[in-house]
């Protein structure tokens, strides 16, 4: 049948009415009860199954079934609560399956706003489904509650649908009242009509006494409510507000309001639930912009604030208050559907457009508009702020949960937010964007596929937080930065107790503490042995701090500068505590006739305040002991010229860490059948792992290679393990300095995905070139080593209790030239060892902190 054929509804005077229902239509029925629209689809149904047409039923509502199992007619059982997108692709592939000319019979669309929480969701899933229900040449069926839903939800409605009708009872008396009818038009059609059973017509009103009856009857079921302008996600929180005023407050609302605003993930709801009262909803309601979850990274930063206030008011004192506000989960969906790109990630959700249509709509992403009522409440968040910088940070549904941290894997972007309010209104958006764009990066779209997260539910949250800092002539930063983990995986000395907890830390803003760039080092500090550090003498400067990353307030820019340049923009008590001189340097520069300074920063003044160390350490304990779980987070510590501090606590989430509890022996064995032996200094836990192929970076030849090549090296690696991967091989990775950098002439700058396959990796040190590993436990490469279960190693080759012995391997079959012909320049450098005839073998036991890679056969 061709596009906008008549066809029939079951009822010949509802066809009559409106001149017929027409392939291509979507008829929305506006009612007060369910069992006035079983009336209409009833009868719908019964003709569509004596013409033989493909009728389908759409299940997914609590309310009482419209139809039953009945020969001719196909029930889909659908589940709202998976989440909009998930059900919405559903629907969209049930639609594609059926094909064209097919009849839907929908359960009434209010129901979603159970699943949902807001209007706004159930309009955008109306939006999405109805354009291609039309173009597939259906006829479709929805009901919707009339008084339930906002004016703009049923203004969506009305403009997307082909037919909306209001339906109106009284006693047995039916009326029908056609509000839209797209292309078509009688002079009576748009009147109201009542219905007369014994003609089985509805004869239009057009006597007065019979219209004011009507209007009379329209008057007495409410049409016009005085909160109907509002969206029910607010008036469900009115109504809490107001039950709890009348004392009737239920469990159940606090239990809904939980799953609404903090997700679905039950042991951190439990939490929630237990810390959380009505009040701090509320407060969160008030700090939003749009509608749906605050996601993963907001949650948990604000659970670890409450934890702290709940259970220990005296380190709760010492935080900074957070300001903070939340762009709702819904508006990230709303985006994409007012800008007309839903299509697309239909597409992206595919097996063959995961990864091809996701780089289509990471471009468009970054260049649509929003909506004009989201702008202006942006507009109204920034008037608060003023001109305090602040950071736009992911905060998705799946993200800082328990087991998927997404460790780096969506943005975060600064605003420094100088300029005119129009000039930060477009900062702002444009930081919003690059986040939205962000969940379509390659990285973490790899990050949920080998998780099994591809097809979940991943809307993007927004936390916007006021950057913690001071203004310092023209620059703003924070005094330290850093991150912290309640329990210590990498344990470099017996000496050290992992349960002490230990941080990563730096000078000004924390992004130095989290990325693996440039020629700095954090300082790594045990919290039991805050000055016990793997290096010693000179090693403690040239392995130090000597930039900072900072806002520059006057250039309006993230800026990263050298400590010698910042210096000069900073007090003297502020430089007292966290900037050294390295007095040699300086020495040898005068002997030359050179004048300046060489400064660097070890963070030693607050390493040395054992106030702020100890307050870090009970911090931590206190968050663990409440989530029963190790956790980790990201914080500021700001300090005055008194020597008082505040500390913020920007984030935390679970922390994973594998491999305690269980013992592996370690064997007494010859030094020649070991490839390395380390005490401390891996992370991992405990681990028996047989290795059937060794990936070698040569330290030499990667250190006199062009810069060119070098990144090439990279690149062959993950070529290396994608071919590896098909035959299922058990890798170890051992390359010099640090592996996932972004500076080529500190370790080799593999991305995480192009190794995320193996078993286990080794840093190794050179002192000829000056690679050195880098003790970086809390970077983003390393949360993915954790969360992936891949072993870590460092290797001093220097230190006392240190075999590394690489020509071990040169007793094994080398593949290189074999896997890849055509890379010939890395021929010298990249070495692949088929280590499967020497049985080799990774033990590590954390009790006794013994590691070795050991001969099989010596065993």
Same mark, same amino acid.
């Given at each position: 049948?061709?596009?906008?054929?008549?066809?029939?509804?079951?009822?010949?005077?509802?066809?009559?009415?409106?001149?017929?229902?027409?392939?291509?239509?979507?008829?929305?029925?506006?009612?007060?009860?369910?069992?006035?629209?079983?009336?209409?689809?009833?009868?719908?149904?019964?003709?569509?199954?004596?013409?033989?047409?493909?009728?389908?039923?759409?299940?997914?509502?609590?309310?009482?079934?419209?139809?039953?199992?009945?020969?001719?007619?196909?029930?889909?059982?659908?589940?709202?609560?998976?989440?909009?997108?998930?059900?919405?692709?559903?629907?969209?592939?049930?639609?594609?399956?059926?094909?064209?000319?097919?009849?839907?019979?929908?359960?009434?669309?209010?129901?979603?706003?159970?699943?949902?929480?807001?209007?706004?969701?159930?309009?955008?899933?109306?939006?999405?489904?109805?354009?291609?229900?039309?173009?597939?040449?259906?006829?479709?069926?929805?009901?919707?509650?009339?008084?339930?839903?906002?004016?703009?939800?049923?203004?969506?409605?009305?403009?997307?649908?082909?037919?909306?009708?209001?339906?109106?009872?009284?006693?047995?008396?039916?009326?029908?009242?056609?509000?839209?009818?797209?292309?078509?038009?009688?002079?009576?059609?748009?009147?109201?009509?009542?219905?007369?059973?014994?003609?089985?017509?509805? =004869?239009?009103?057009?006597?007065?006494?019979?219209?004011?009856?009507?209007?009379?009857?329209?008057?007495?079921?409410?049409?016009?409510?005085?909160?109907? *302008?509002?969206?029910?996600?607010?008036?469900?929180?009115?109504?809490?507000?107001?039950?709890?005023?009348?004392?009737?407050?239920?469990?159940?609302?606090?239990?809904?309001?939980?799953?609404?605003?903090?997700?679905?993930?039950?042991?951190?709801?439990?939490?929630?639930?237990?810390?959380?009262?009505?009040?701090?909803?509320?407060?969160?309601?008030?700090?939003?912009?749009?509608?749906?979850?605050?996601?993963?990274?907001?949650?948990?930063?604000?659970?670890?604030?409450?934890?702290?206030?709940?259970?220990?008011?005296?380190?709760?004192?010492?935080?900074?208050?957070?300001?903070?506000?939340?762009?709702?989960?819904?508006?990230?969906?709303?985006?994409?559907?007012?800008?007309?790109?839903?299509? #697309?990630?239909?597409?992206?959700?595919?097996?063959?457009?995961?990864?091809?249509?996701?780089?289509?709509?990471?471009?468009?992403?970054?260049?649509?508009?929003?909506?004009?009522?989201?702008?202006?409440?942006?507009?109204?968040?920034?008037?608060?702020?003023?001109?305090?910088?602040?950071?736009?940070?992911?905060?998705?549904?799946?993200?800082?949960?328990?087991?998927?941290?997404?460790?780096?894997?969506?943005?975060?972007?600064?605003?420094?937010?100088?300029?005119?309010?129009?000039?930060?209104?477009?900062?702002?958006?444009?930081?919003?964007?690059?986040?939205?764009?962000?969940?379509?990066?390659?990285?973490?779209?790899?990050?949920?596929?080998?998780?099994?997260?591809?097809?979940?539910?991943?809307?993007?949250?927004?936390?916007?937080?006021?950057?913690?800092?001071?203004?310092?002539?023209?620059?703003?930063?924070?005094?330290?930065?850093?991150?912290? !983990?309640?329990?210590?995986?990498?344990?470099?000395?017996?000496?050290?107790?992992?349960?002490?907890?230990?941080?990563?830390?730096?000078?000004? =803003?924390?992004?130095?503490?989290?990325?693996?760039?440039?020629?700095?080092?954090?300082?790594?500090?045990?919290?039991?042995?805050?000055?016990?550090?793997?290096?010693?003498?000179?090693?403690?400067?040239?392995?130090?701090?000597?930039? *900072?990353?900072?806002?520059?307030?006057?250039?309006?820019?993230?800026?990263?500068?050298?400590?010698?340049?910042?210096? *000069?923009?900073?007090?003297?008590?502020?430089?007292?505590?966290?900037?050294?001189?390295?007095?040699?340097?300086?020495?040898?520069? $005068?002997?030359?006739?050179?004048?300046?300074?060489?400064?660097?920063?070890?963070?030693?003044?607050?390493?040395?305040?054992?106030?702020?160390?100890?307050?870090?350490?009970?911090?931590?304990?206190?968050?663990?002991?409440?989530?029963?779980?190790?956790?980790?987070?990201?914080?500021?510590?700001?300090?005055?010229?008194?020597?008082?501090?505040?500390?913020?606590?920007?984030?935390?989430?679970?922390?994973?860490?594998?491999?305690?509890?269980?013992?592996?022996?370690?064997?007494?064995?010859?030094?020649?059948?070991?490839?390395?032996?380390?005490?401390?200094?891996?992370?991992?836990?405990?681990?028996?792992?047989?290795?059937?192929?060794?990936?070698?970076?040569?330290?030499?030849?990667?250190?006199?290679?062009?810069?060119?090549?070098?990144?090439?090296?990279?690149?062959? #690696?993950?070529?290396?393990?994608?071919?590896?991967?098909?035959?299922?091989?058990?890798?170890?990775?051992?390359?010099?300095?640090?592996?996932?950098?972004?500076?080529?002439?500190?370790?080799?700058?593999?991305?995480?995905?192009?190794?995320?396959?193996?078993?286990?990796?080794?840093?190794?040190? !050179?002192?000829?070139?000056?690679?050195?590993?880098?003790?970086?436990?809390?970077?983003?490469?390393?949360?993915?080593?954790?969360?992936?279960?891949?072993?870590?190693?460092?290797?001093?080759?220097?230190?006392?209790?240190?075999?590394?012995?690489?020509?071990?391997?040169? $007793?094994?079959?080398?593949?290189?030239? $074999?896997?890849?012909?055509?890379? $010939?320049?890395?021929?010298?450098?990249?070495?692949?060892?088929?280590?499967?005839?020497?049985?080799?073998?990774?033990?590590?036991?954390?009790?006794?902190?013994?590691?070795?890679?050991?001969?099989?056969?010596?065993?």
């Amino acid at each position: 049948m061709a596009s906008f054929d008549r066809i029939s509804s079951g009822i010949s005077g509802l066809d009559k009415i409106l001149d017929s229902i027409r392939l291509g239509d979507n008829v929305v029925f506006q009612l007060s009860d369910i069992s006035d629209y079983a009336f209409f689809v009833e009868a719908f149904v019964k003709q569509a199954i004596e013409e033989k047409r493909n009728i389908i039923y759409m299940r997914f509502a609590e309310h009482q079934p419209l139809l039953y199992e009945q020969d001719g007619l196909k029930i889909y059982h659908l589940d709202a609560d998976s989440g909009f997108e998930n059900f919405t692709v559903k629907v969209h592939e049930i639609i594609t399956r059926e094909g064209r000319g097919a009849y839907y019979v929908f359960d009434f669309l209010s129901e979603l706003q159970s699943a949902w929480a807001s209007d706004l969701m159930m309009g955008n899933f109306f939006r999405v489904t109805c354009p291609y229900l039309f173009e597939m040449n259906t006829v479709a069926y929805f009901g919707i509650l009339r008084n339930r839903h906002s004016y703009e939800t049923i203004a969506r409605i009305r403009e997307t649908t082909q037919l909306l009708i209001d339906v109106y009872r009284s006693g047995d008396e039916l009326y029908v009242h056609p509000i839209k009818a797209w292309q078509r038009y009688s002079q009576t059609m748009f009147l109201p009509h009542k219905f007369d059973s014994m003609q089985g017509l509805f =004869l239009p009103l057009t006597d007065g006494i019979s219209a004011s009856r009507f209007y009379a009857l329209v008057a007495s079921q409410g049409v016009v409510h005085s909160d109907q *302008a509002l969206d029910n996600w607010d008036r469900f929180f009115i109504k809490a507000k107001q039950d709890q005023e009348s004392g009737v407050l239920k469990s159940d609302t606090l239990k809904k309001l939980c799953k609404m605003l903090m997700g679905k993930e039950q042991r951190l709801t439990d939490l929630v639930q237990k810390n959380f009262t009505l009040q701090d909803f509320l407060h969160i309601k008030q700090r939003m912009i749009g509608s749906g979850s605050i996601g993963g990274k907001a949650t948990g930063m604000l659970l670890a604030r409450k934890i702290l206030e709940n259970s220990r008011p005296d380190l709760y004192r010492h935080l900074e208050p957070h300001d903070s506000f939340y762009i709702g989960s819904d508006v990230f969906y709303t985006y994409l559907v007012q800008n007309g790109w839903w299509k #697309i990630r239909i597409k992206q959700r595919t097996a063959e457009g995961y990864f091809s249509a996701a780089r289509e709509l990471k471009a468009r992403i970054l260049k649509g508009s929003f909506p004009d009522s989201i702008r202006e409440q942006f507009r109204r968040m920034l008037e608060y702020f003023g001109q305090n910088p602040i950071i736009v940070r992911s905060s998705s549904l799946l993200e800082d949960s328990f087991g998927n941290a997404f460790a780096g894997k969506y943005e975060s972007i600064f605003c420094v937010n100088a300029g005119n309010p129009d000039e930060r209104l477009e900062a702002f958006e444009n930081a919003i964007r690059r986040v939205y764009a962000s969940s379509m990066d390659e990285s973490a779209l790899i990050y949920r596929k080998e998780r099994g997260l591809d097809n979940n539910d991943e809307q993007m949250a927004i936390l916007v937080q006021r950057v913690s800092g001071s203004r310092f002539d023209r620059i703003f930063m924070p005094c330290a930065a850093g991150v912290g !983990y309640s329990y210590n995986s990498y344990v470099w000395n017996k000496e050290i107790d992992p349960k002490a907890g230990f941080i990563r830390m730096v000078m000004g =803003l924390g992004t130095r503490a989290v990325d693996r760039s440039d020629s700095d080092y954090p300082r790594s500090i045990s919290l039991d042995k805050p000055h016990l550090t793997p290096l010693s003498g000179n090693d403690k400067i040239r392995f130090s701090q000597r930039f *900072a990353d900072v806002l520059n307030l006057s250039e309006n820019a993230f800026m990263t500068l050298p400590l010698d340049k910042l210096s *000069a923009m900073l007090p003297d008590w502020y430089k007292n505590i966290m900037i050294e001189h390295d007095l040699e340097a300086e020495k040898r520069m $005068k002997e030359l006739g050179i004048k300046g300074e060489v400064l660097y920063s070890r963070c030693e003044g607050i390493i040395n305040n054992k106030e702020i160390i100890s307050y870090i350490k009970d911090l931590l304990n206190t968050i663990q002991e409440n989530y029963s779980y190790p956790v980790d987070i990201e914080f500021t510590i700001n300090l005055d010229e008194s020597g008082q501090f505040a500390f913020n606590l920007l984030q935390c989430r679970p922390l994973q860490v594998r491999g305690l509890g269980f013992k592996v022996k370690i064997p007494q064995c010859p030094k020649e059948k070991l490839l390395f032996s380390v005490s401390g200094s891996t992370m991992g836990g405990s681990i028996y792992q047989p290795i059937d192929t060794v990936i070698l970076v040569e330290p030499k030849a990667y250190y006199l290679c062009p810069m060119n090549i070098k990144y090439q090296t990279a690149r062959a #690696i993950g070529k290396i393990t994608s071919l590896l991967k098909k035959q299922d091989k058990n890798i170890l990775l051992i390359g010099p300095g640090r592996w996932g950098t972004s500076s080529p002439e500190l370790g080799v700058p593999v991305k995480f995905a192009e190794i995320s396959n193996i078993k286990a990796i080794c840093e190794v040190s !050179y002192e000829g070139a000056g690679y050195m590993p880098e003790l970086s436990y809390g970077s983003h490469f390393f949360q993915d080593l954790v969360e992936t279960g891949i072993f870590y190693a460092a290797i001093f080759e220097n230190q006392e209790d240190v075999i590394y012995r690489p020509e071990l391997l040169s $007793k094994c079959h080398e593949l290189i030239k $074999k896997m890849l012909p055509d890379e $010939k320049s890395i021929f010298d450098i990249v070495k692949v060892y088929d280590t499967s005839s020497m049985n080799l073998l990774l033990l590590s036991d954390t009790a006794s902190e013994k590691t070795v890679c050991i001969e099989g056969e010596s065993l």
